[in-house]
């Protein structure tokens, strides 16, 4: 058994406007992302990786856009998952957004 503190972690800027915590293990990787450089005119540029993904709004408002469905609304409460390989991306619409990201394999990248 593992107990992981997501406030024993420092934040990592990433850019203006977006910061994250990362906590992972062998296999599971979970990302608390800020953003708090919303409402967005346009969404994100789109991105896949091979990764599986899960996202839970934690707070705020977004779109979720995935390759092959429809835009989607979300809310706090909302989540979403991406398969391996698709297109997806995010818009804000609110000034702050909090989104609990789980991928499985971790994201070597993000080390």
């Keep these: 058994m593992a107990v992981l503190k997501f406030d ?4 990592e800027k990433v ?9 992972h293990r062998d296999s599971l990787m979970t990302v608390l992302i800020d953003f708090s ?17 899960t996202s839970y709004v934690a707070d705020g408002e977004i779109i979720f856009y995935c390759e092959g469905e429809e835009e989607q609304r979300l ?5 979403f ?12 619409l609110t000034p702050n957004v909090r ?11 993000f080390l």
């Design 37 to 53: 450089d919303g409402p967005w005119d346009e969404p994100e540029p789109p991105h896949s990786h091979p990764h599986e993904q």
């Design 75 to 79: 809310k706090a409460g909302d989540m």
């Design 15 to 23: 850019r203006e406007g977006l910061q994250r915590k990362i906590i």
């Design 81 to 92: 998952a991406v398969p391996s390989g698709k297109m997806h991306t995010v818009k804000l």
């Design 8 to 11: 024993e972690i420092p934040y």
């Design 99 to 109: 989104l609990v990201d789980s991928f499985t394999p971790i994201r070597e990248d």
